[in-house]
Nanobody, 123 residues
């Protein structure tokens, strides 16, 4: 049972990347999927979540209007489309699953985590 992130990489400021989060060994049916990011030496930050049950979503103020979370159906994968990237978006991005489906930007609510994918934004 694990999550697998993909799509990270190196991009210039102003560019775009799309991250993907897929489940292995279980299904996302009705879960809430959150994206988080962490810079070495700093606390992990909630970026966005999508409740696959009711379709609700939320974004951190720092990414609102630039990032879009989506999924094609209730079973995922879940995507995070990142546009107009800034230097400060550089981080390791993690996805996580909350089987209750409630959705929150608080990492304490999530039970299963991926290993992360590096996003590096250059000037």
């Amino acid at each position: 049972v694990q999550l697998v992130e993909s799509g990270g990489g190196l991009v210039q400021a102003g560019g775009s990347l799309t991250l993907s989060c897929a489940a292995s060994g279980f299904t996302f049916n009705g879960h809430a999927i959150g994206w988080f990011r962490q810079v070495p030496g700093k606390e992990r930050e909630g970026v966005s979540f999508l409740s696959l049950g009711d379709g609700s979503s939320r974004y951190a103020d720092s990414v609102k209007g630039r990032f879009t979370i989506s999924s094609d159906n209730r079973k995922g994968p879940v995507y995070l489309r990142m546009s107009n990237l800034r230097l400060e978006d550089t981080a390791i991005y993690y996805c996580a699953s909350d089987p209750t489906g409630w959705g929150t930007l608080n990492e304490d609510n999530y039970y299963t985590w991926g290993r992360g994918t590096q996003v590096t934004v250059t000037s």
